[in-house]
């Protein structure tokens, strides 16, 4: 007998931490064996930012059943993520902090589990906390499914109280006290998720949710087997709802899931969550069917993209130092290959054959491909992320996010001041113990590009932000952008610590003394408008009166360092980042100065 579930949630709620503790005390390891936190985490972006980027499924057994469990990302920008996966599940756990309560992204996965109608099972977490608040994070939870227009059967909705971290949990709030276990969330599945319909004797129909790579076996593809039996070696068609093109193909290697590890079988039925190979050109939202019987099942809708940015190959001096993929032609497929498995990525061909349009749903949607794609040894440069916008017959539209802070009350003039300034406007304002409150804003997805590191700024580390996609709205008008200009370095060399002294005054430096900087580069914040030509390689004169170590004796301030989002934030709509596996460099998209000025001349006309 079979149950399949997902498990949705904000970031930071637990959901991980909830498989975890699943997965230790339902026996899928080992007693002596050492485990780390988050096992499904395995990504490692994801173990250093602390989120889940990438939906993954497990299978737990319990009893006479087996427990398909899908941990999907928290964040809206992998939206794309929750949206492939929901289809594979007939139910979903609803993890809320019972500290937090509903935020931003527990309203997007609960509503996209509402439009696939699945069962839901709501797990207040972390109720240990000292601040916890149960009671009102249910009510919040059945106040949001009534705006979303659930419908009665949804709204009578189990509970269940828990602490993941304790790996205890207990339906009723009087004896979790006493709770030893968090085994009654499995029985909860078991009693309130339904099993998925017995249809082994109707034609094979599986659609392809999600792709795997193996060394051995090549690609890989998971998804739910929704009726029929599916075999190890069988002949099979292939479908896709979008198009009446069809194919054939021959299954190779057929697997199920059996805690975090895929467990080879000759043949798998309907409701089953399953995983093959032998199909190299298979793609995600495609239907597997029998050769006899065209029967595609509707493909995976995702929505839109609302941020875009051009990568392009990397032309700079030090091109090729780092990296081991460097031509339009790397850059290129490996573009492409990501937007086969992550859906909510557009790719595009501009007039430039070195030069690509990438369009995500988010900041942290592009930034984590960027951060992936370095990691890997390929060298490119990226532009400044620019808003989607959509003409309409009420004018100009442009994405719109729902943004939540919680900030101690010292701090919410200048956090309200600095949200004034890039066009967001409050909705509502809750007051959260003596001295803190939390605020809600509608704000252009342009305006968060680089809030999040003012803002942790502004509020001295103490501020907590969360923000989702909204709607399209009217276009806000032009948001300033910062008013400074740049220190631009006019020619190569190694930046000395004379010439950085010299610099100090005329703004901030990203660079040390010992870089090597290229003509063109950015080497630091001009604390004017305009930008500066300098030259930051310059020596000093050698005297009979200079004594031997006088340069050793110079203090500079230390250099800003920026982070990826930092840079992205920072650059101007002349400027790119040049990203290398060792190096994030600013530097402007025209690296000869006179070139530069012909075209700002010319613009000028």
């Known amino acids: 007998m079979i149950r399949n579930v997902a498990i949705i949630a904000h970031v930071d709620h637990g959901k991980t931490t909830l498989v975890d503790a699943i997965l230790k005390q339902s026996g899928a390891f080992r007693a002596n064996q050492a485990v780390e936190e988050r096992v499904l ?123 993941a971290i304790a790996g205890v949990a207990t339906q009723e709030l009087e004896e979790f006290s006493t709770a030893t276990s968090i085994l009654p969330i499995l029985d909860g599945i078991i009693e309130h998720i339904p099993a998925p319909k017995s249809l082994v004797d109707q034609p094979l129909r599986l659609l392809v949710s999600n792709l795997d790579y193996d060394d051995y076996v090549g690609r890989i593809a998971l998804g739910r087997i929704h009726s029929g039996v599916l075999k190890q070696g069988q002949e099979i068609l292939i479908t896709y709802s979008e198009h009446n093109k069809t194919r054939k193909g021959k299954i190779g290697r057929l697997y199920t899931f059996d805690g975090l590890k895929r467990i080879e079988t000759a043949v798998a039925e309907s409701g089953d969550i399953v995983a093959f190979s032998g199909i190299e050109s298979i793609q995600i939202g495609e239907t597997i069917n029998q050769l006899e019987h065209s029967l595609p099942l509707p493909a995976i809708k995702v929505d839109e993209p609302t941020l875009t940015m051009i990568f392009r190959v990397n032309d700079g001096p030090f091109a090729g130092q780092d990296g081991e ?192 900087v290229y003509a063109g580069m950015i080497v630091g914040e001009h604390n004017r408008a305009g930008d500066l030509e300098v030259n930051v390689a310059r020596k000093k004169h050698v005297t009979n009166m200079r004594a031997a170590g006088s340069d050793d004796l110079i203090k500079l301030t230390p250099p800003r360092q920026l982070s990826l989002e930092e840079a992205l934030a920072y650059l101007a709509k002349d400027e790119y980042l040049e990203v290398t596996p060792k190096a994030l460099r600013l530097r402007k998209a025209i690296l000869d100065r006179h070139a530069r000025e012909k075209v700002k001349k010319s613009n000028q006309i």
């Not at 007939?90 to 931003?104: N, R, S, Y």
């Not at 009671?135 to 939870?141: A, G, K, P, S, T």
């Not at 532009?383 to 802070?405: F, N, V």
């Not at 007051?431 to 305006?447: K, S, T, W, Y």
């Open 325 to 516: 993929y460097l031509t339009s032609r790397h850059l290129r497929e490996r573009l492409l290959r990501e937007e086969k498995t992550n859906v909510a990525l557009r790719v595009e061909e501009t007039d430039s054959p070195d030069a690509f349009r990438v369009s995500g749903r988010g900041e942290l949607h592009l930034s984590v491909l960027i951060e992936t794609m370095r990691r890997e040894a390929y060298e490119f440069c990226v532009s400044k992320p620019e808003p989607i916008l959509q003409e309409t017959a009420d004018g100009i539209t442009e994405p719109y996010e729902h943004l939540i802070i919680d900030v101690p009350q010292s701090n919410l003039g200048s956090v309200m001041e600095l949200i004034g300034e890039r066009k967001g406007e409050m909705t509502d304002m809750i007051q959260l113990g003596e001295d803190r409150l939390r605020v809600h804003f509608q704000i252009p997805a342009r305006g968060l590009i680089g809030f999040s590191s003012v803002f942790l700024t502004e509020t001295r580390g103490y501020g907590i932000m969360h923000h989702s996609f909204s709607h399209y709205g009217i276009w806000a008008g032009a948001i300033s952008q910062r008013q400074s200009g740049s220190l631009v370095a006019w020619e190569d060399g190694i930046a000395t610590a004379y010439a950085l002294q010299n610099l100090e005054e005329r703004g901030e430096l990203f660079i040390s003394p010992g870089t090597p």
């Open 41 to 163: 985490d395995s990504n490692d972006l994801e173990r250093e930012r602390g989120i889940t980027i990438l939906a993954k499924n497990i299978a737990v057994k319990y009893g006479d059943y087996k427990i398909n469990i899908v941990d999907t990302p928290g964040h809206a920008d992998f939206g794309g993520e929750v949206e492939r996966t929901l289809g594979m599940v007939d139910g979903a756990l609803l993890i809320v902090d019972a500290q937090e309560g509903v935020m931003p992204q527990t309203r997007f996965v609960l509503q996209k589990a509402l439009e696939h109608r699945l069962a839901l099972i709501l797990v207040v977490n972390k109720i240990d906390r000292p601040f916890a608040e149960p009671d009102r994070v249910v009510d919040e939870v059945f106040d949001l499914l009534i705006t979303l227009g659930a419908d009665d059967h949804l709204l009578d909705f189990p509970v269940y109280y828990a602490s």
